[in-house]
């Protein structure tokens, strides 16, 4: 299939009624043409002059294909004659220039417009009738005549949508001489079509401008060469250059260098980290300040980024129900509208005796108030003003739908082991009983070992700045822990198994079943007749999961419960110390999912979990959600992914999934409430062309506004 980018879409509606007509094209079965992204897809054999037509018809154009733009980089470096550069950049600036143009003289024509119908205005009753009728006609057509063609053509092959509305009303209300109000009535819509143009176009700059952060090219270092080739040709294995302030190409390995990277295009984290030699990077991130060398560890279009921007457009044209909803009643709204106008400018001269020309004036204000533009602009601004905002903030949200549900969910699930805690383990108690050898023995032992408890506790040992011994000889004791000669003499570290040849005081056995019981791992260190010290191990819990559970609650969560494997002491513990409603332990991967399932059963649950050993419960809950870190597999199975190490943006993206589902509620019921009013005032008669106007296109341009406000970033503290 080929896409296209198309620019000067009018409407939703139209759009959906050009995909309509490019689908009845021989070879148009499988087009599809998105609003919200401005993206046409169709099939190779398609006419494209064919396309170009239909577009045409609604004022839209090609602006470019993206499969060109995709593979624009590769192009441009293959030929590097200046002049061929120039005119490649040319042609897409062309593009855009076109569509600042197209949208500048619809301006220009609307302020010539609204110029001729005040000369009117203030002319009445100094000229003729005539003269006044021909600025009228001038003001209407100038502005109008786009609309008016659009619905002819429609009202003859009898499809009935906003243009055809606009196109009767116009028609009725010059045939009963009505010319103020016919030519408001087409300055108004060629000001709300304009108005919502940009309004759309607004949100997917935001949107481009998020998927710029892609690196054209990068500096590839071949046989101690520097070459210039673009990102699309590099594989597993290349070594490239990164100098200060670029972006890395793509996923891998510092090989040589030391610096500090900004990885806020992955993760949304305005802070740098601190990278050194042997350290994984992204693609997209840049690098602050030193001279790195990376080995490229996957090709571009299978790094993170790439993923990422690829479901972020992706998300852009998924429908959410509403949005289904809205578009399915918009289909028939327009007939019933359309019938009931009819009843009006009818029914009453016929049987109630009124004036035909008064109540074609009604049947005629009915029309306007029914067009739909409103209630179908309610939800697609918003949606992809929510996806940018939380994509901006590192978050990965995969579909329109997925905000929606976000907004909606009462209960979230949690794994432990790497959402709630780091995952790591960490000394959180030490006993120690001799000072002299007890530290200095298990750095000896240990410094070796890269088992996830030998690094928790020389992290410990390394924090206190101690001078370790040598050992002599290391033995592994299968299942119970390592012995080892130091100085000489023979030390023992592990569980209580590896010291069996000694006789444990009283006191210290109480003290490992305290800790145990606590839900500790105890490591013990030992010589041939007593016992050094040990080490309490846990995981470390987040520093922000407390915070974050109590944000989640505020925001209206009514029960927040943790999920985990490990035994039901440490459940407890953890549980108490992050606050969460509730808790369950022991669990099997098998376990998880029927809990999930009986949450599910009495409310709306999101899974968070790591995205591999909680991949079936994550499928099972309503929403999946995912620490990601921009691992593979959780971009793969969730329906949002947090790109960052922690939760800490997660009650900041269910507080905006909220707000974009109030603003879409809002939108539908202004304007529908708006319509309903208006169309009582027809029952009393008192339904003019003026306050249909008002009701239909100040309704249009009010949710246009209130969609583009969920771009505006606020000023607040964000966990880190």
């Known amino acids: ?62 602006a470019n294909s993206l499969q060109s733009e995709a593979h624009s980089s590769s192009h441009h470096h293959q030929h590097t004659d200046g002049d061929h550069d120039h005119e490649h ?34 002319l009445d009753g100094v000229l003729d009738k005539p003269f006044l009728i021909t600025l009228y006609l001038l003001a209407t057509v100038i502005s109008g005549y786009t609309t008016f063609f659009r619905g002819l053509k429609n009202l003859i092959k009898l499809k009935f949508n906003i243009d055809t509305l606009m196109t009767i009303a116009l028609i009725g209300a010059v045939a009963i001489g009505e010319w103020k109000e016919a030519t408001l009535v087409a300055i108004l ?29 990068a500096l590839k270092i071949v046989n101690d ?187 979230l699930a949690f794994d432990k082991t790497g959402t709630l805690t780091k995952g790591e383990p960490h000394v959180e108690q030490l006993d120690i009983y001799d000072e002299d050898r007890f530290l200095q023995v298990a750095g000896a032992i240990e410094k070796s070992s890269s088992h996830p408890l030998a690094k928790a506790i020389m992290k410990e040992i390394d924090r206190r700045d101690l001078s370790i011994f040598e050992t002599e000889e290391i033995q592994t004791l299968t299942g119970s822990g390592i012995k080892a000669l130091i100085n000489g003499q023979s030390y023992w570290l592990g569980n209580e198994k590896s010291i069996e040849h000694i006789s444990i005081p009283s006191t210290i056995q109480e003290r490992i079943k305290q800790l145990k019981e606590d839900g500790l791992t105890i490591v013990l260190v030992a010589d041939e007749q007593q ?19 109590a944000a989640l609650h505020k925001l209206g969560i009514k029960n927040t419960v943790m999920l985990t494997g490990d035994h039901q002491k440490t459940a407890e513990k953890v549980a108490a110390a992050v606050g969460v409603s509730d808790y369950y332990g022991g669990l099997l991967p098998e376990d998880k999912v029927n809990r999930v399932k009986e949450l599910s059963s009495k409310g709306i649950v999101a899974m968070i979990g790591d995205g591999i050993n909680d991949a079936p419960a994550l499928a099972t809950a309503q929403l999946g959600i995912a620490m990601g870190k921009g691992t593979d597999s959780a971009i793969e199975t969730a329906d949002i992914v947090l790109m960052q190490d922690h939760l800490g943006k997660l009650p900041g993206a269910i507080s905006l999934a909220k707000r974009v589902n109030r603003v879409i509620r809002f939108n539908i019921i202004v304007s529908l409430g708006l319509k309903i009013i208006a169309l009582l005032l027809t029952i009393p008669g008192w ?33 880190k």
């Open 89 to 122: 950049g040319h042609e897409h600036g062309d593009h855009d220039h076109s569509h600042a143009d197209g949208n500048h003289k619809m301006l220009k024509l609307l302020i010539a417009s609204g110029v001729l119908y005040g000369a009117a205005l203030l």
């Open 189 to 217: 819509f060629g000001l709300n079509e304009l108005l919502e143009g940009f309004g759309m176009e607004k949100a997917r700059r935001s949107m481009e401008a998020l998927l710029q952060v892609a690196p054209k090219e």
């Open 531 to 549: 016992v050094l010290g040990m080490f309490g191990i846990s995981d470390e819990i987040r520093k922000e999961s407390r915070a974050v559970i």
């Open 225 to 411: 060469q520097e070459i210039i080739v673009p990102i699309s040709s590099l594989r597993v294995g290349d070594l490239v250059k990164i100098k200060p302030g670029e972006k890395i190409p793509s996923d891998g390995i510092i090989t040589e260098g030391k610096s500090s990277v900004n990885e806020a295009a992955i993760t949304g984290e305005s802070l740098p980290v601190e990278k050194e030699s042997g350290e994984p990077v992204f693609g997209g991130s840049i690098n602050n300040e030193g001279l790195l060398i990376i080995r490229i560890e996957k090709a571009y279009s299978d790094s993170s980024l790439a993923k990422i921007l690829h479901l972020v457009q992706e998300a852009q044209e998924t429908k959410t129900p509403t949005e289904l909803f809205i578009n399915k009643f918009a289909k028939y709204y327009t007939p019933l509208i359309m019938i009931i106008a009819a009843l009006v400018m009818i029914v009453p001269p016929l049987f109630l005796q009124g004036d035909w020309k008064t109540w074609l004036y009604q049947g005629l204000s009915v029309l306007i108030v029914g067009c739909p533009c409103a209630l179908i602009l309610s939800s697609p601004i918003a949606i992809v003003s929510g996806i940018t905002r939380t994509a901006r903030n590192g978050i990965l949200v995969k579909g329109g739908v997925f905000l929606e549900q976000l907004g909606k969910i009462d209960t």
């Open 687 to 719: 339904l003019t062309l003026w306050i249909a106007i008002l009701s239909d296109m100040g309704a249009t341009i009010f949710v246009t506004l209130v969609s583009l406000t969920i771009l505006i970033e606020r000023n607040r503290t964000a966990s």
């Open 1 to 62: 299939m080929n896409e296209y980018r198309i620019k000067g879409l009018s409407c939703a509606g139209c759009a959906q009624r050009i995909e309509d007509e490019i689908k009845q094209l021989d070879h148009g079965d499988g087009a599809t043409l998105s609003y919200n992204s401005g993206k046409l897809t169709v099939n190779p054999d398609i006419s494209m002059k064919d396309v170009h037509r239909i577009l045409k018809s609604d004022g839209a154009y090609i």
